[in-house]
Nanobody
Framework: QVQLAESGGGLVQPGGSLTLSCAASGTIVRVYRMGWYRQAPGKQRELVAT????????NYADAVKGRFTISGDNAKNTVILTMNSLKPEDTAVYFC??????????????WGKGTLVTVSS
């Protein structure tokens, strides 16, 4: 139905930057919201940031405010997470998430497979 192609993870030193990208494709009629979540080892998955397609409204976890920026390209159904001033505690698997209306008419959440971000010296 809907496929999410994530890219951009990797190893970076503390204080460094990375950019994650996620492109949604498939039986999409409308994208309501796109975002990123993360899951560190031994912890629950948590919100990082989301962006609403209709008005560009953004929402950030307190832990990343001022360091991460989320942006979207509605024409390409793409969401980008720019991460600056990375800290070791940002190490996690980052998952793309989209809320879309599909050809079935239903609104559905879809998840990417995740991309690993490791912040270490």
């Amino acid at each position: 139905q809907v496929q999410l192609a994530e890219s951009g993870g990797g190893l970076v030193q503390p204080g460094g930057s990375l950019t994650l990208s996620c492109a949604a494709s498939g039986t999409i009629v409308r994208v309501y919201r796109m975002g990123w979540y993360r899951q560190a080892p031994g912890k629950q998955r948590e919100l990082v940031a989301t962006i609403t397609s209709s008005d560009g409204n953004t929402n950030y976890a307190d832990a990343v405010k001022g360091r991460f920026t989320i942006s979207g390209d509605n024409a390409k159904n793409t969401v980008i997470l720019t991460m600056n001033s990375l800290k070791p505690e940002d190490t996690a698997v980052y998952f793309c998430n989209v809320l879309v209306q599909t050809f079935t008419g239903y609104d559905t959440n879809f998840w990417g497979k995740g991309t690993l971000v490791t912040v270490s010296s």
